[in-house]
């Protein structure tokens, strides 16, 4: 046995490992690196309704661009499985953000309707 040779060998697997995990990680910032927001005329002091809406639609981009990719992936046009899997947990999140975000309004409003005048 020659524990130089297998260490050596075993060091090279190692490097090779890390090296595949920082391209994995590049191609990961690369698709999650932050776009240039769409110019917008609206005013700072948008109403709630509107801020609402927007980030509704956000959602609905989300969950949409995740359906497609995972349409992508069946037909065999995307060969990336990290990239759908990645967009299903973000359309996922996404989702569940804005459930929350109703559960804070729905109990915010029950509130104030159960105040007394």
């Known amino acids: 046995m020659n ?9 090279q ?13 590049d191609a990961l910032k690369a698709l999650h690196a932050p776009q ?17 809406g927007g980030a509704l639609e956000q959602v609905n981009a989300v969950q949409t661009k995740s359906e497609a990719l ?7 046009e995307v ?3 990290a990239k759908v899997m990645l967009a299903r947990q973000e359309a996922g999140v996404a989702f569940e953000a804005t459930l ?12 104030i309707m159960r ?3």
């Open 36 to 52: 240039p927001a769409p110019a917008t005329t609206e005013q700072p002091g948008g109403s709630f309704a509107q801020a609402l």
């Open 70 to 76: 995972g349409e992508a992936y069946q037909r065999g």
């Open 79 to 81: 060969t990336d499985v």
């Open 3 to 11: 524990p130089v040779g297998s260490s050596g060998a075993s060091v």
């Open 115 to 117: 105040m007394g005048v």
């Open 100 to 111: 929350q975000v109703r559960n804070k309004l729905l109990s915010a409003y029950q509130d």
């Open 13 to 25: 697997q190692i490097i090779a490992m890390r090296q595949q995990i920082i391209d994995r990680s």
